[in-house]
């Protein structure tokens, strides 16, 4: 197969976010990174032939979300992050990095996160007597997500 130049699709093994003088959380599953812009419509009437015009502008942005998922480790440092969060500390926001690692541990993609707070914390569906791994899913969300370009 010969290299025609086009970037390749990333994978990634691990995920590892960081932020402001914390420990590094691991996480097995990146859910998905959320930035939207609602369109707004605009209705107006053209002034010569007064015919109606429909148009679709940028309208209200809604605030980038992050969520990940990962076993359970039981250092508590999310959830205590989260309780911040709930009692309206302003500490609680914090900007970090989210990066995606291959198996090897190399940095496919970073994404910079700022103003993050855990604003969800679940822990999932358990079973009494279950050998299954404990999951809890997190959902960061954050003033702006901004992805850093890998330079090759």
């Not at 130049?5 to 998905?32: C, K, M, Q």
């Not at 979300?65 to 914090?94: N, P, Q, Y």
Request: proline share 5%; glycine share 10%; with cysteine.
């Amino acid at each position: 197969m010969s290299n025609t130049g086009a970037p390749s699709a990333i994978s990634a093994a691990r995920f590892v976010v960081s932020f402001d003088h914390t420990a590094p959380a691991y996480f097995s599953e990146l859910s998905g990174i959320t930035t939207e812009v609602e369109p707004a419509e605009y209705i107006a009437a053209d002034a010569r032939t007064g015919a109606i015009v429909h148009t679709k502008q940028f309208g209200k942005t809604k605030p980038p979300t992050v969520t990940l998922k990962r076993g359970v480790d039981g250092s508590g440092a999310i959830f205590a992050w989260h309780v911040m969060c709930r009692e309206g500390l302003g500490a609680a926001r914090m900007s970090g990095t989210l990066q995606l690692q291959n198996a090897e541990g190399a940095v496919q993609a970073t994404y910079t996160m700022f103003g993050a707070w855990p604003s969800k914390i679940e822990v999932g569906n358990l079973k009494a007597g279950a050998s299954e791994i404990v999951l809890e899913t997190v959902t960061f969300t954050c003033e702006r997500v901004e992805m850093i370009p890998l330079v090759s």
